[in-house]
């Protein structure tokens, strides 16, 4: 038998190396925004359409390539930036590997145009799946101008599996932001189909950080500054009474390149403890320069996480650095971080936001007898149980109970003895303003009230977005609401199931939208906050969760606007809640799953006086 082992051909080498290094358009955003900064121009110019699926082209006015290393610069392992194996250690550049190219070109029409100062012709090179087209001297700019035209037009298992439009621009916009917040002496703009969604003119970094941000966020800023021999902090971060519910606005730097640091958020967030309430996070935006020799940036380029070698001075320098600045620039002289916390936050204090965990027993259901679990774990979504016509027999038993005593205390003159607390007299009292206690024929039931409100709300909004049911709106002044960028793209991809839950909305220039109505039946709500809160909360379940958009809309809608523990209900409020409740398709778990009701039986009652 002759030999069987072959080389791979290098176009299936790099398709191969593609898959690792390029997972979505935004990657090759990456990627190539990084060729640009480290071709050292002072302007950079993202074009994309479609979110990046029919073209991205990034333009930059850096040293630009000869012809030969236009050509060369697509070749596997191909780079400028390291010669031998000690200059990985000292590695300043964004990229060394020399793979982006390479990967790119072998599953993208490419289309590269650039010129060096020196040279008075540029070079235009087309490339197809790893071959080479064409390659002409045209006349250019100096720089480079590079399309990439049909991202996985060769892998379309690849392309079948990217996101809606608007997820996949939230991915190209977090990879623009992060690359922009480091490189404010660089001027960058970002067009999405023909509308810019980014001008960054060249500024300082607090001016960058805004104009990233949105610009209502100078003032919220302030500067942090540390210089020790291990590592050199700096940077800004969000007053406390700006902490926000959403974790959006936190940014390490190391050694310019956005890393993540669960460690040493924790330091971030521990400088702010006492001083923002539990929920909420701090804004951040802090840049740490080390020895490149003291850091083991990870060096797959798809990943964030980085090693420092003395990470611990390090915490203890960021935590220090950040309180001091907290307390120089954002407080008065009185304080003293070590006795009395200094604010006092409107932010309500009780309402936590602990995401909510699947949580089942399955040995308890009292109403089944030999109960199942009824959660597909994995979809968070539930099956009605078959123990449904259950709920309506013990809904019945309630509605009984009720009758029962109304009809006594008609036939009954004495009643007014007893008539004192009414919420007894009706059946349902409150138990640490928590549950709902009341009678059934076979017991006593608790039920935990937000865990209920939230089943309420959950199926009333999941059956408005499913246009089962119309919605009454209400009229409101106009108010505006400024978010995020990525926060606008979500709205923009939500907006039809938003309307559907009976708000008024439309885009009204950048990241802003004005608000004309909102559902009938919402409380006095903040609708800046509202959303805010929402729309993060969608953005956690789209994580975790995988729900489709309407169940996760419905929920975090429903999450936000239940009730808590801690509000005290009136006697009608007990009694419609649970009137809804048992209306439920599913009275007896919360969209997370939460056990709703808990019975205890009269046996049970019965058999604790037994002596
Ligand atoms: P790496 O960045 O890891 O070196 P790439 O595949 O991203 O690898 O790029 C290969 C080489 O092509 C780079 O080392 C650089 O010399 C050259 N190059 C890429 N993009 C540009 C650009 N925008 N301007 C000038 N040179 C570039
Ligand atoms: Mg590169």
Redesign the pocket.
């Known amino acids: 038998m002759s030999d069987i082992i072959r080389l791979l051909p290098d176009s299936v080498a790099n398709q191969i190396a593609a898959g690792e290094v390029i997972q979505r358009p935004a990657s090759a955003v990456k990627?190539?925004l990084?060729?640009?900064i480290?071709?050292g121009g002072d302007s950079i110019e993202l074009i994309v359409k479609d979110s990046g699926k029919t073209l991205i082209q990034?333009i930059?006015n850096?040293?630009?390539?000869s012809p030969t290393?236009a050509r060369?610069?697509?070749e596997r392992h191909?780079?400028?930036?390291i010669k031998t194996a000690d200059d990985l250690f000292r590695i300043r550049?964004?990229?060394?590997?020399?793979?982006?190219?390479?990967?790119i070109a072998a599953i993208a029409q490419v289309e590269l145009k650039?010129r060096r100062h020196e040279d008075e012709l540029g070079t235009h090179l087309l490339i197809e799946g790893s071959s080479v087209k064409s390659q002409q001297p045209c006349a250019c700019p100096t720089?480079?101008s590079?399309m990439i035209k049909n991202l996985f037009f060769n892998v379309p298992a690849r392309r079948n599996f990217l996101k809606s439009d608007p997820a996949e621009l939230r991915h190209i916009i977090d990879e623009f932001q992060r690359v922009s917040l480091v490189n404010p002496s660089i001027s960058f703009s970002f067009i999405n189909n023909g509308k810019p969604l980014f001008q960054l003119p060249h500024s300082g970094l607090k001016q960058r950080i805004a104009n990233v941000m949105g610009s209502g966020n100078y003032e919220k800023l302030i500067p942090v500054n540390q210089e020790t021999e291990v590592v050199k902090v700096s940077g800004f971060i969000g007053k406390p009474e700006n902490a926000r519910k959403t974790k959006g606005e936190q940014y390490f730097f190391a050694n310019n390149r956005y890393i993540r640091h669960p460690y040493l958020n924790h330091a971030v967030e521990e400088a702010f403890k006492d001083l923002i309430p539990e929920g909420y996070f701090p804004s951040y935006f802090i840049y740490l320069e080390v020895d490149p020799a003291h850091i083991d940036i990870n060096i797959h380029p798809t990943k964030t996480e980085v090693n420092f070698q003395d990470h611990q001075s390090i915490y203890a320098i960021l935590r220090s650095a950040v309180r001091a600045s907290i307390g120089k620039f954002s407080l008065s002289s009185t304080l003293d971080f070590e006795t009395e916390p200094m604010f006092s936050f409107n932010f309500p204090k009780d309402r936590p936001i602990v995401e909510p965990g699947i949580h089942i027993n399955p040995e308890f259901n009292p109403f089944v007898k030999n109960p199942q679990p009824e959660l597909r774990l994995s979809q968070g979504e539930y099956r009605k149980s078959s123990g449904v016509n259950q709920w309506e027999k013990l809904y019945e038993e309630i509605k009984q109970e009720e009758n029962e005593q109304l009809l006594s205390r008609q036939s009954l003159t004495i009643d007014s003895d007893f008539g004192a607390d009414r919420q007894a007299d009706r059946g349902f009292m409150q138990f640490q303003n928590r549950y709902i206690v009341t009678k059934v024929k076979s017991g006593l039931m608790l039920i935990d009230q937000q865990a209920a409100h939230e089943r309420v709300l959950f199926e009333r909004y999941l059956e408005r977005i499913e246009q089962k049911k119309g919605m009454a709106q209400q009229q409101l002044f106009p108010q505006t609401v400024s978010l995020s960028a990525s926060d606008t793209e979500l709205v923009n991809e939500l907006i039809g199931e938003i309307s559907l839950l009976g708000f008024i909305i439309e885009p009204f220039g950048k990241n802003t939208f004005i608000v004309n109505g909102t559902p009938a039946d919402l409380p006095n709500e903040n609708i800046q906050e509202l959303l805010e809160n929402v729309l993060e909360n969608y953005k956690n379940n789209q994580l975790g969760l995988k729900l489709d958009r309407k169940s996760n809309l419905a929920r975090s809608m429903a999450r936000n606007l239940a009730i808590k523990p801690g509000k005290a209900l009136m006697t009608d409020e007990m009694q419609s809640l649970v009137d809804d409740l048992f209306s439920c398709s599913v009275p007896n778990l919360s969209p997370s799953g939460k056990n709703v009701t808990t019975l205890i039986s009269a046996e049970e009652i019965e058999n604790r006086f037994l002596k």
């Open positions: 990627e190539l990084e060729n640009a480290d071709a990034i930059d850096g040293c630009g390539m290393d060369m610069s697509f191909a780079t400028s930036k550049t964004l990229g060394f590997r020399g793979e982006a190219l390479a990967s650039t720089g480079t590079l």
